[in-house]
């Protein structure tokens, strides 16, 4: 699909607060795969779609998901409907988009939790999606500052961060998280 | 096993200062016992069993927990050996001690990961190893202010602050403690 095509298709489906930040993660994403050596065009393209599903309503993706049919996927609704946009948008974009890149559907449906064995790009749209420009939090330039890491040092730190947030406010937080996390620190 | 007797036992296996911090863990253990209506005797004799395996070599508690070739147990060696005398300690406590209860047993083997389904005696465990009087960090006073809560609400905060404890120091987290963590915060 070409890309501004593409683009207006998402526009049309997010308030446009939220079609800004997947504007900022996409270029947050291409940048971080321009450093890393990963595809621009991979990077843009899952970071466009990523939130794809964010303001379904909660049935309709329990739809989609059930429909499906993955056990992983069905794990999900044992949490927050908030976490149930990636495994619905990851179906979307196979189905009404017709992207067959494994690599680019992974992206999107690991992009809230992580999951263990993430691929460079799923943890690149992960990273992205935490320190694009727009995010303000405690501690988000130590995240943004990428000198020196790898891809792995920046997931372990924002998986990490993102584990004490779940934790601070008392959510719930998936397995694949915690085992994602469990890797990285493992790695380094 | 008279208390004298199984006292001078655990004494036996543990450095002295292992050893206080179990008969503060005990009498703690007694006194939430009392609190909230459980047994005085059974929160003992859990709670001086408790650490029973913690100074063994890491190699003896791996062949007594492979011996036993239980799955979750197995699951633990996966993560440090800092978590294997759960394990280990319960199967010393059923076959060396001779200990049948379940629920024993269980606040043994649960007192350092938590898990999803505690009873209300594994989790008093739990919480009185890390609120005894001889315990000193940040949030202490917190989590020791037992007044209105329920031994859920304690828990939840327990179990909380470790994970906290083991992200922030980059630790592994064991998939039990979050199951128990998710648990406890829909409890609420």
């Known amino acids: 699909m070409e890309a501004g095509i593409l683009r207006n298709e998402i526009k049309n489906r997010l308030p446009s607060s939220r079609y800004e930040h997947v ?42 998901i059930e429909h499906e049919n993955d056990a992983n996927d069905c794990s999900l609704f044992n949490f927050h409907h908030e976490l149930w946009h990636a495994a619905a ?31 460079p790009l799923e943890k690149l749209i992960y990273i992205a999606d935490l320190i694009e420009p727009g995010r303000e939090f405690p501690g988000i330039e130590e995240l943004r500052d990428t000198q020196g890491k790898t891809v792995d040092d920046l997931m372990k730190d924002c998986v990490s961060h993102s584990i004490l947030y779940l934790i601070r406010k008392q959510a719930a937080v998936h397995p694949d998280s915690i085992n994602c996390y469990n890797e990285h620190i493992q790695l380094n």
């Open 89 to 119: 948008g990851k179906l979307i974009v196979r189905d009404e988009f017709g992207v067959g890149d494994a690599d680019i559907l992974n992206a999107i449906r690991y992009h809230t939790t992580g999951r263990i064995g993430m691929s």
């Open 23 to 64: 504007l900022r993660v996409a270029e947050t994403a291409k940048k971080l795969a321009n450093q890393y050596g990963l595809s621009e065009d991979k990077a843009e393209q899952a970071a466009l779609f990523h939130d794809i599903a964010k303001f379904m309503e909660p049935a309709q993706m329990r739809e989609i």
